[in-house]
T-cell receptor, first 113, second 110 residues
């Protein structure tokens, strides 16, 4: 069985400061891991994915995430927040071939001016 | 956006009425999914399809049925809508290792 924990339901940062959104997963086999972003009243957009290649994954809009197997973590970071980053972020673990996606509950990121 | 459209985008209905949501894709993907999104739960899988006429249940399938008579269309039906089915519904397709999502349908059951 797979599961995802997003440790913070809401994170608030000031514009220009770093962003850290935390994700821990549980999986009985080598997982694929994803981060999706959802802006208000919009659909889900893929930010980045880890599928057993490089452990440091770079995504769109300056985001990156590092897969740490020993810590079962896949935290999302960005060096400098922008107002447009305010959104809901979902961490996802999946099994083989893009099937069986299990979503975390989401973290709402607020960016203060 | 993986060529996924959903219709309608918004719907308000009354308890006990049937409702059908449509997902349409243009890229001939084999796998299609229906999720519901509720605050604090992320997205939860309702049903999925692995080919024409091939479907299976997900985590929260009670009260929902699906059909797929053509590769491009995946229909989600609420036979008798209840207030607990008020939600945002997303359709998705999968490529080799990733899922891509449609724009969503906001359903309100009064």
């Amino acid at each position: 069985a797979q599961s995802v924990t997003q440790l913070d339901s809401h994170v608030s940062v000031s514009e220009g400061t770093p962003v850290l959104l935390r994700c821990n997963y549980s999986s009985s086999y080598s997982p694929s891991l994803f981060w999706y972003v959802q802006h208000p009243n919009k659909g889900l957009q893929l930010l980045l994915k880890y599928t057993s290649a490089a452990t440091l994954v770079k995504g769109i809009n300056g985001f990156e995430a590092e897969f740490k197997k020993s810590e079962t973590s896949f935290h999302l970071t960005k060096p400098s927040a922008h107002m447009s980053d305010a959104a809901e972020y979902f961490c996802v673990v999946s099994g083989v071939l893009g099937q069986n996606f299990v979503f975390g509950p989401g973290t709402r990121l607020s960016v203060l001016p | 956006d993986a060529g996924i459209t959903q219709s309608p985008r918004h719907k308000v209905t009354e308890t006990g009425t049937p409702v059908t949501l449509r997902c349409h894709q243009t890229e001939n993907h084999r796998y299609m999914y229906w999720y519901r999104q509720d605050p604090g739960h992320g997205l939860r899988l309702i049903h999925y399809s692995y080919g024409v006429k091939d479907t299976d249940k997900g985590e929260v399938s009670d009260g929902y049925s699906v059909s797929r008579s053509k590769t491009e269309d995946f229909l989600l039906t609420l036979e008798s809508a209840t207030s607990s089915q008020t939600s945002v519904y997303f359709c998705a397709i999968s490529t080799a290792d990733t899922q891509y999502f449609g724009p969503g349908t906001r359903l309100t059951v009064l």
